[in-house]
Structure formats: structure tokens, C-alpha cells
């Protein structure tokens, strides 16, 4: 969101019933989309949209953070090694990389509504699969097609954008995250009583649930007014923003709507245009790197109390009391969870809104480029102080920190990613962002689940390495997106 396009350039005829084209009569009042959100205002519409629309994060995060607290399980019951365990979590994002750039590219040609019911439909009924998978192989590609299914939520964050004015961006989408947070500790909370009951399956049936009763809300999420009038679609764009102004009890702008209508649209070599080329480059490598670190921290805290990895022991973990199973002492580290385990897991959890007002105050003063650049190098510092020798206490801590850190990291890309490409190419620009992401989460399990137990200091260096060069790139952004309008093309 840089300076507004030029009036002459956002000038086109009206769609009429025959869908064609005609200049507005000289001297006739016009308005941009963008024009009317601003003068629409924030209001009962925005509030309604961003609690259904945000709890698509409480589905994304269920479905997501599951593999953390079902992999003892699995260990156990199919007797895994590491590699196998850093697996299922990698072909979940391989899942996700595939589509995500799939389903970028189909919203920006067939729209964000429809991509978005796709993706719901397509995660829940492969999340259900999974509860009666009959085999390791069987889960492991069950789970890769619900994280294909999930990529297409991200939708629902451009939904958001695109109908929120600009000054109140920097604020209503950073607090998307609490939804996120919402959906990690119910699933934690879950697992504490439904996997020493009853299993992982119906764990998982039960997580499936919230992304099953949104899509029952579906109907009342309209579709992107700017979308609308980026395919020419004038009359279902002025619908819908008329529908705004009546829900926020506001008048809209006189005169009549009008904007640049594009034939093409969501072109990948668009993003390796000259004037998006090196911003596209460096956000994928910050989306790469943020990635790599947000799911590093999840995987490693699991791992550090499934097995005492602190100070680069290697030993299994003392038992909790009375837990003398079979299981404990096997020798692929089964070691399930106790009480104390998903305590931490939701003390860390928590972690991830403690920073959301600095959060918030950082990306609409300091900008979205400093403020991302102050929390990733923040994130690398708490990387290397994790290997500290301390008490479970202040593991704890770090944990909390950290977790605070990577969720802040992964608020300001979102924001700036959504932000800096136009209208006509925002979706495939936050898919193809999201392909990349999830690059790095693949090979996050690995480096938590598998080096960090032959090298602790080894993979925190590591990750603290990446987190360094993903600062230096976010303080180099050539474009900042602080107060700017979103572009239409």
C-alpha cells in the first residue's frame, strides 16, 4: 500500500447488463472501491466479518498444531523413529506448498469465496479420513492432503484486508492471531483428556468439528468487492459495498463506481515483475525463514518434554510418577505426555498473544519493516539463550518468549504481504508467499526432531542464523506499507 494509483489509470466504463463497457457522462461525481471503504468507514460489518473470518485461524490452528501433541502417540503405536515422526509434519507442508500456489492462483481467477469453501470442505473431509487411517504410510498422506486443504484458508486473511480501511489494518488483523491462539489451546486442552481416554482418533474427529461448522456460516461472507471490479463485475462489487454501508448505518460516496478492470489476472511472472521483484524475493525468504522458526519452536517444545534435550543431554525424561508402561521404556522414546507436559504446552501457547499490543503499537509506529525486523533479530537472541542450563522454570520462560517472538513475526508478514501486492495479483502473491513458508516448516521437523537431539546447540545456532538474515532482509524491504492504500494494479 504505497501511493494511490493514478486517477487516469483507475478510470473505467460502467459494466452494464450486457456486460459491456462505457466511459461515465464528463463531469459525472465517480468513486474507487478503495474510496468507498474509507468513506464507509469501520463498523457493525467489519465486527461481524472479523469473528467469522478469524475463526477460520481456531480451524487452521486445530488442524495444524495437531501433530504435535498426537506424535507420541503414533511413536508408540506404530514404533517410529525420528525420522519418521519429522515426516508426518513435513508431508503436512509439503501438502500446503503444493496447493497454496494452486489455490493462489485459482482465487485471483475464480475468487476468494470460492477457494475458501473449497479449501474447508477438502481439510475436513481428509481430517476425518485420518482418524481411521490403518496404517503409518496411510496417516502421513492423509495428513499431507489435509495441509493442501488448509493452504486455501489463507483466503480468508485477503477477505479481511480487502474490505478493512486502512488505518485500522495495522490493528484488526494482528488480533486474527487471538483466534489462532484459541484453536492451539483448545486443541492442547483436548488432547490432555481425550488422548489418555479414548485416542488420537477421535482426537482428531473432534478437532474436525469448528472447520465443519464454519462452512455453515459461509453464506453470509461475501466476496471481495475489489475482486469484483478487478474482473469487471461492477454491479456485484457496488452490491456488496451498499450492503456494507447499510450494516454500518454510513452513506456511500456519491456518484457512480468505477475502476481498472484487468483481462489478466494472477500471473506468476507478474510477480517477477522489476517493480515487484525484489520485494517478492526478499518476502520469501522472511516467509521462509519465519516458517522455519515459528514450527521449530512448536516442534522443539514437544521435544523437550518428551525427552530431556537441555544442555545437549539426550537422555529420556524422568517418568512422571506412576508411569512405569511398557511404552516409556521402549526404544523409540515413547514417552506420552503427562499432566506436567501439556501444562508447559499451554504456558508457552500462551506466549503467543503476550507481545500482540507491542505487536500491534511496533507495525503502526515504527512501521511494518522495523517492527519485523526488531522481532526477528529478538527471535534469533531467545534461540541462543534457550540453550542456557536452567530450571524447567525458566525453560518455560524462553519458551514463552519465543513463542511471543515467531507469532509477532508472523503477524507483520501478513499484514505486509497482503498489503504490498495490488488487487489483481494479492492471492497468488500470499499462496506463492505461503509455498515457500512452508519450505522452511519441512524442514523444521528435522532440525527439532532429529538434529537437535544429536547437536542442541548445533540446530539453535541454526535457527538463530536464519532468523538474523530474515532481519536484515525485513529492515532492506524496498516498499513500506505503513498508511498506504491498497493498490489496484
Request: hydrophobic share 50%; net charge positive; aromatic share 10%.
Amino acid at each position: 500500500m504505497a501511493t494511490a494509483p493514478k486517477e487516469a489509470e483507475n478510470a473505467i466504463g460502467l459494466e452494464e447488463i450486457h456486460a459491456e463497457r462505457q466511459e461515465p457522462p464528463k463531469g459525472q461525481k465517480t468513486f474507487t472501491v478503495e474510496e468507498a471503504v474509507e468513506t464507509i468507514g469501520f463498523g457493525r460489518f467489519h465486527i461481524t466479518r472479523f469473528l467469522i473470518m478469524g475463526s477460520t485461524g481456531v480451524a487452521e490452528a486445530m488442524e495444524i498444531m495437531l501433530i504435535a501433541v498426537v506424535s507420541p502417540l503414533i511413536r508408540c503405536e506404530w514404533q517410529l523413529q525420528d525420522w519418521q515422526v519429522a515426516l508426518v509434519t513435513t508431508m503436512v507442508f509439503f501438502g500446503y506448498m503444493v496447493f497454496s500456489i494452486v489455490l493462489g492462483l485459482l482465487a485471483d481467477r475464480y475468487g476468494r469465496w470460492k477457494i475458501l469453501l473449497l479449501s474447508f470442505l477438502w481439510a475436513a473431509y481428509f481430517s476425518l479420513l485420518t482418524s481411521f487411517a490403518p496404517s503409518y504410510i496411510w496417516f502421513v498422506f492423509l495428513r499431507a492432503m489435509v495441509g493442501g486443504g488448509v493452504s486455501g484458508h489463507a483466503q480468508g486473511l485477503i477477505i479481511k484486508t480487502e474490505f478493512l480501511p486502512t488505518k485500522y489494518r495495522g490493528y484488526m488483523l494482528p488480533l486474527s492471531q487471538v483466534f489462532w491462539l484459541a484453536g492451539s489451546l483448545l486443541i492442547i486442552g483436548l488432547a490432555s483428556v481425550v488422548n489418555p481416554t479414548i485416542g488420537w482418533r477421535w482426537l482428531i474427529r473432534i478437532a474436525s468439528i469448528p472447520g465443519i461448522l464454519l462452512i455453515l456460516v459461509f453464506k453470509f461472507i461475501p466476496e471481495s468487492a475489489r475482486y469484483n471490479v478487478s474482473t469487471g463485475n461492477m454491479a456485484a462489487a457496488l452490491a456488496t459495498l451498499q450492503r456494507i454501508a447499510k450494516m454500518n448505518g454510513a452513506a456511500m460516496p456519491e456518484g457512480v463506481l468505477k475502476e481498472p478492470a484487468k483481462e489478466r489476472r494472477g500471473r506468476f511472472k507478474d510477480l517477477m515483475h522489476p517493480k515487484y521483484l525484489r520485494t517478492t524475493l526478499q518476502i520469501w525468504i522472511i516467509w521462509l525463514g519465519i516458517a522455519f522458526a515459528y514450527y521449530g519452536v512448536i516442534l522443539a517444545s514437544a521435544e523437550l518434554l518428551e525427552r530431556d534435550l537441555v544442555c545437549g543431554s539426550a537422555a529420556p525424561t524422568a517418568q512422571d510418577p506412576g508411569d512405569d508402561s511398557e511404552e516409556s521404556r521402549s526404544p523409540c522414546h515413547c514417552h506420552l505426555f503427562g499432566p506436567a507436559a501439556y501444562q508447559t504446552m499451554i504456558i508457552s501457547t500462551v506466549g503467543e498473544i503476550a507481545l500482540n499490543p507491542l505487536n500491534i503499537l511496533g507495525i503502526n509506529f515504527l512501521g511494518r519493516r522495523l517492527s519485523l525486523c526488531i522481532t526477528m533479530g529478538c527471535t534469533a537472541l531467545f534461540f541462543l539463550l534457550l540453550n542456557i542450563c536452567t530450571s524447567s522454570t525458566g525453560m518455560i520462560g524462553f519458551l514463552f518468549m519465543l513463542r511471543a517472538l515467531v507469532s509477532a513475526n508472523f503477524n507483520t508478514i501478513y499484514i505486509y504481504t497482503a498489503e504490498v501486492y495490488p488487487t489483481t495479483m494479492r492471492a497468488l502473491g500470499m499462496g506463492t508467499s505461503g509455498s515457500l513458508c512452508r519450505v522452511g516448516a519441512m524442514v523444521a521437523p528435522f532440525i527439532s526432531q532429529v538434529l537437535m537431539s544429536a547437536s542442541f546447540i548445533g540446530a539453535l545456532c541454526l535457527f538463530s542464523s536464519v532468523c538474523v538474515v530474515c532481519a536484515i532482509s525485513a529492515f532492506t524491504l524496498p516498499i513500506e506499507t505503513k498508511g498506504r492504500a491498497l493498490q489496484v494494479c
